[in-house]
């Protein structure tokens, strides 16, 4: 139902991948060729590949800097179409469907006596 959420989270690696190839290279390959191989060591190998990227990249350019650092930044609440479509109304659906399904079900599960209808 978050499908607008999980398809950002699963095209950021390849805007990534295009903006910055050398970087984001090792870090893919390494998850690609031990996600069939060994994949509860993917994911820890990529963490091992990004840092040896990073300390590359802070040998190369005198130090860590930049966009590797992190930094706050106060980030206020809006409503936009986009957040309404990806999160707000998939949400809504999913807990008003589990609220109106279960509930019933529930009831004869148990023998408890269900008249219908929202109290």
Do not use: E, K, Q, W
């Given at each position: 139902m978050l499908a607008g959420v999980v398809l950002e989270l699963r095209l950021t690696p390849v805007k990534s991948f295009v903006a910055h190839p050398w970087e984001v290279a090792p870090i893919l390959l390494a998850w690609l060729v031990l996600l069939p191989?060994?994949?509860k060591w993917a994911v820890p190998a990529a963490f091992a590949a990004a840092l040896v990227v990073i300390?590359?990249?802070a040998a190369n350019h005198g130090g860590v800097h930049g966009s590797l650092l992190p930094r706050l930044r106060w980030s206020a609440p809006r409503l936009?179409?986009?957040g309404v479509l990806s999160l707000?109304?998939?949400l809504y659906v999913v807990t008003m469907g589990a609220r109106t399904s279960r509930g019933?079900?529930?009831c004869?599960?148990?023998a408890i006596a269900f008249r219908g209808g929202v109290r």
């Open positions: 191989l060994a994949p300390g590359i990249d936009t179409s986009a707000a109304l998939p019933p079900r529930y004869r599960a148990t």
